[in-house]
């Protein structure tokens, strides 16, 4: 097959020439209205086409690409006392896959455990291309089904307005879930 960004022939849908040139990480912070801190690893126009592969089944295969190079990484250098869970801001499953769950899922480490339909969207709303009028009149409603009084992370693949984290947030508050911050793959804010 074809590198999806340089187009020479690799084993891989990225090869390793292009992930050293085009997609080597580097860890931002966002701070969002609400006071939750978000860090992401690139600017969203950097991966804009490699976040869209999310539409489709071979989006599995460059969000595996893009969790080991940033998410993978980060969770070697995170250290805290006691166990943090990672919850993927789910909504209904599509293609095949979640793609907030398998990035959450290269967080594991010895600290962190990334846990997997706890903290689901229980509305089929898409945010992608909305504004932030929408985002506001049309909460995701997410749903918790977990242990209370716990500390955890919050894991989308990309931050625009911070709607549906902050609404993540927000239900976990409910539960006494502490949530130390959020972490995406980018940040849409122009």
Request: charged share 25%; hydrophobic share 35%; glycine share 2%.
């Amino acid at each position: 097959m074809r590198c999806l960004l340089c187009q020479s022939w690799s084993l891989r849908y990225i090869c390793k020439t292009c992930e050293e040139l085009h997609l080597k990480p580097s860890l931002q912070k966002r701070v969002l209205p609400n006071g939750l801190e978000v860090y992401y690893f690139y600017k969203y126009k950097e991966i804009e086409e490699l976040i869209k592969s999310k539409y489709f089944f071979i989006g599995y295969f460059i969000y595996r690409t893009l969790a080991r190079l940033s998410f993978k990484e980060f969770s070697k250098s995170f250290l805290f006392d006691e166990k943090v869970y990672a919850f993927a801001c789910d909504a209904s499953i599509k293609n095949g896959y979640s793609n907030t769950s398998l990035l959450s899922r290269y967080l594991k480490s010895n600290t962190i455990k990334p846990l997997y339909n706890k903290l689901i969207s229980t509305t089929n709303i898409s945010y992608a291309g909305k504004t932030l009028d929408f985002r506001l009149r049309n909460p995701k409603q997410f749903e918790y089904k977990f242990k209370s009084n716990i500390n955890a992370i919050l894991v989308d693949d990309t931050v625009v307005s911070g709607t549906t984290l902050s609404q993540a947030e927000k239900e976990l508050a409910k539960y006494n879930v502490n949530v130390l911050f959020a972490i995406t793959l980018c940040d849409a804010k122009e």
